[in-house]
């Protein structure tokens, strides 16, 4: 553990109410990862200064990002640990322990997943920093009080584990969940084909990466998308290779296109309806403008919802993609109330 000073002294802003902690951990699940990244993982917490227990919100991150790099300071802006903080003060975010989960790859995310192309993250957050904030924390123990949330990939692990897991984790907020790749993932896997043909290997793509050379194209992030999504969804083998979905033509290979729509929420989630029965609170927020299309997922998984009579809130706002963190304060004043049931 890094003291709260210290690490506030390091960062460079000022948090009142709160102390900032870092779980550090040597994964086993993440040792031996294809893409040699590093096991030694450090998840930054917010812990509050009262006695305990405390509710547990773990926050997912986005594809190319990291939870944990909210906590860098930001020009002309508050940062997300500092908008915690003072939502807090104001009784419009609750006083939990907040756990920054560390889960970034060479690929740039992990989607939260076991994948023998990127990882096993879902096992690292599962069977490593869930058991050491049980152990290290005053925390609560009821799953009722226990929340996954994040937007965009991180709104994807939070559908995953929830469902997955609601023994663990019984509240769930997503905002723009990856979902529905028919709509939001197509348009990138056709800008990276012509790549892909030149490369035919995940492994060849993983070098032009590492070289800079992928980095380099204007389109860049929409093919470290595509192939980042191939590595989590089809891997190949245990080298760091992967499957892509398209042939030259341009046509889908269906094999490998249903192994993507089995990892798809519109896919997975009817299969877990009982899981989902069991969450005691479900958020779920999309802008009516979203770039990646994920309006369209964000609705069907809601419908999903309705028919199997399954409570939850769903709110569309007028935005886009790249307004997700706009509304990050909207989930914390819901999950006030929901810790206060």
């Known amino acids: 553990m890094i003291s709260s000073e210290t690490l506030q002294n390091l960062r460079g802003f000022e948090i009142t109410n709160f102390n900032i902690e870092t779980l550090k951990i040597d994964s086993a699940h993440l040792k031996h990862n294809p893409l040699k990244d590093s096991a030694l993982r450090y998840n930054p917490l917010l812990v509050p200064k009262s006695e305990g227990p405390w509710p547990v919100v773990f926050i997912l991150g986005g594809f190319s990002g990291n939870a944990p790099f909210y906590f860098n300071p930001k020009f002309n802006e508050q940062n997300a640990v500092q908008v915690i903080d003072q939502a807090f003060a104001r009784g419009e975010a609750p006083e939990a322990l907040y756990v920054f989960v560390d889960a970034l790859s060479t690929w740039g995310g992990s989607q939260f997943l076991n994948s023998a192309a990127v990882g096993n993250y879902e096992d690292y957050i599962m069977q490593e920093i869930v058991p050491s904030i049980k152990k290290h924390f005053n925390v609560s123990?009821?799953?009722?009080?226990?929340?996954?949330?994040?937007?965009?990939?991180?709104?994807?692990?939070?559908?995953?584990?929830?469902?997955?897991?609601?023994?663990?984790?019984?509240?769930?907020?997503?905002?723009?969940?990856?979902?529905?790749?028919?709509?939001?993932?197509?348009?990138?896997?056709?800008?990276?084909?012509?790549?892909?043909?030149?490369y035919q290997s995940g492994i060849r793509a993983l070098e032009e990466l590492r070289s800079g050379k992928l980095t380099k194209h204007r389109n860049w992030h929409s093919l470290l998308n595509a192939f980042g999504m191939a590595a989590c969804y089809s891997p190949n083998g245990e080298h760091g290779d992967f499957n892509y979905p398209l042939s030259k033509n341009g046509e889908k290979i269906e094999a490998v296109w249903k192994e993507w729509l089995e990892k798809d929420p519109l896919h997975f989630l009817p299969k877990r309806i009982s899981g989902l029965k069991k969450l005691n609170a479900i958020y779920l927020d999309v802008g009516t403008k979203d770039n990646y299309n994920l309006q369209y997922g964000s609705r069907q998984i809601s419908q999903i919802l309705k028919t199997h009579q399954i409570e939850h809130d769903y709110i569309e706002f007028d935005g886009n993609h790249f307004d997700i963190g706009e509304r990050r304060p909207e989930v914390w004043k819901w999950l006030t109330l929901c810790f206060r049931r």
């Open 141 to 198: 123990h009821k799953a009722s009080e226990w929340c996954v949330m994040g937007g965009s990939s991180g709104g994807y692990g939070a559908l995953h584990l929830s469902s997955k897991y609601p023994e663990f984790f019984g509240v769930m907020a997503a905002i723009a969940p990856d979902s529905f790749f028919e709509a939001s993932l197509l348009n990138d896997l056709y800008q990276a084909l012509p790549l892909w043909e030149k």
